[in-house]
């Protein structure tokens, strides 16, 4: 445990002497012999446990949270394995066994809690610890910044009289700014981060998030929400927070309304309906449509990104086209934004049509939508599509909704079928027709189209019935 703990933090422990003072003497005497017995090696991961209680005893554990919080989870596995120690069994004893705790969930008898309550307390305490201390070095930093400045300013001033009389006066009133770190924390990216991501700490894998977390602004987590529940991925988190907080409002927005259109759809639901982390507490005490919504918001940005620009430029279309798209198409969806044209025609396009054909909508014409909506009953437009689809591939179907020379067959057709085709894709009763009907009548009707396409004009369709 203390070799992988070391090998693991091996990137910081030139900035974290704690760190270095704890595992460095263990790596070294690794290195120099990497064949020692089982028990030697047991032994070594001894003496390297009690050489970090003896340390953490000196420089404290919230030195540990504030400085390093990715640690702090690992140090506390380690004491929950070693709880039989003598230096650590008295933690650990059960508040209603009287006895050595074996269970996670049991409250303990020194605090009342559970281990997982203390692992969740030090959660948000290394939270804490780690935004006030990025908070309070930048704003030493940047107070130095202010005053090296202000004071090259001043000098260069002092070389003209009347700069170095105006000088003298503000130093006799006191009328220099003092630039001190207090009054510039209020201007740190990410000040009062901590009260806003404090409800959404409730997953011991966040430990290994808290450096991301502080990327954020308070208003950006504001902007996501619970939907935060389901960006848990650093390289999420990292791309996330490039997009400022308006931007991260759309964005959720759309990811919402693609969450809650394939939960809807009893095709999709099933897929997007079990969680990426089924067994975290992050999941629990929201809907899964949010929890969902950040699942699709971390895609969005990693896989996807190149279309968020064509996205935010194209907003007005998010909701008819995700809701009409986001089931045939899922994530590709994005996508289609790219494309202005293709999303005006499938906003016009009727709903179920789209539902049906995806993104091939996007070719069709707007007098071709207007000639669909005029069928009584939209599946059966859907259905012929798709079926010709199937048997005659997207570039010809594709033909046949882009080009309004083919407008004259969509009318017959919705003429013919209003009047004498009543249409259930599986019914099994003998006076309504099903897709078995339907596909009997689709030949001559591709043949119509072949023919309009072709420059033969429209033939006469015989009566579908």
């Known amino acids: 445990m203390i070799a992988v703990m070391a090998s693991d933090l091996a990137w910081s422990s030139d900035n974290f002497p704690l760190v270095q003072r704890v595992f460095e003497p263990l790596v070294m005497q690794q290195n120099r012999d990497r064949r020692k017995s089982g028990d030697k090696f047991r032994e070594m991961s001894q003496r390297g446990y009690d050489r ?93 910044k202010r005053v090296d400045a202000y004071q090259a300013s001043r000098a260069k001033k002092r070389y003209n009289p009347f700069g170095l009389v105006a000088d003298v006066c503000r130093t006799l009133f006191n009328k220099h700014p003092a630039f001190l770190p207090s009054d510039l924390r209020p201007e740190y990216h990410g000040y009062a981060l901590y009260p806003a991501l404090k409800p959404f700490l409730l997953d011991p894998d966040q430990f290994q998030l808290i450096p991301y977390y502080a990327l954020f602004s308070a208003k950006q987590l504001k902007a996501i929400g619970s939907k935060l529940r389901g960006v848990h991925a650093p390289e999420s988190l990292s791309a996330v927070a490039v997009y400022d907080a308006r931007q991260l409002k759309e964005l959720c927005g759309c990811a919402l309304i693609f969450a809650r259109t394939v939960l809807s759809f009893s ?166 027709k099903n897709f078995s009907d339907l596909k009997s009548v689709s030949a001559e009707l591709f043949q119509s189209f072949q023919d309009i396409s072709s420059g033969n004009g429209v033939t006469e369709m015989k009566q579908a019935a």
């Not at 008898?109 to 290394?126: D, E, M, W």
């Not at 969005?300 to 909701?319: C, F, G, K, Q, T």
């Open 52 to 144: 970090l209680i003896d340390l953490l005893r000196a420089d404290g554990v919230e030195d540990l949270m504030r400085d390093v919080p990715t640690l702090v989870p690992v140090l506390l596995e380690l004491a929950w394995n070693a709880r039989q120690s003598v230096h650590l069994s008295e933690y650990f004893m059960g508040a209603e066994s009287g006895t050595l705790s074996e269970s996670r969930d049991e409250p303990l008898a020194p605090c009342g809690r559970s281990f997982n309550a203390v692992v969740n307390g030090h959660l948000i305490g290394a939270v804490r610890l780690y935004f006030t201390g990025l908070e309070k070095r930048w704003a030493r930093e940047e107070s130095k």
């Open 267 to 432: 095709d999709t639901s099933e897929l997007y309906a079990r969680p990426q982390k089924p067994n975290s507490a992050l999941n629990e005490g929201v809907e899964r449509d949010e929890v969902l919504a950040g699942e699709i918001l971390s895609s969005m940005v990693v896989e996807h990104r190149r279309s968020i620009p064509d996205l935010l430029n194209n907003l007005e279309y998010a909701e008819p086209v995700i809701k009409s798209c986001a089931a045939s198409e899922g994530h590709a969806v994005w996508r289609l934004f790219s494309d202005s044209m293709a999303l005006d025609n499938i906003a016009l396009c009727p709903e179920e049509i789209v539902h049906g054909i995806g993104a091939l909508a996007g070719a069709v014409n707007p007098v071709v939508s207007h000639a669909l909506e005029s069928f009584d009953n939209l599946s059966l437009p859907r259905d012929f599509l798709l079926h010709a689809k199937d048997q005659l591939g997207d570039p010809v179907v594709r033909g046949w909704i882009s080009d309004d020379t083919c407008l004259p067959v969509w009318k017959s057709m919705a003429v013919k079928f209003n009047k004498d085709f009543s249409y259930n894709r599986d019914s099994e009763v003998s006076t309504c």
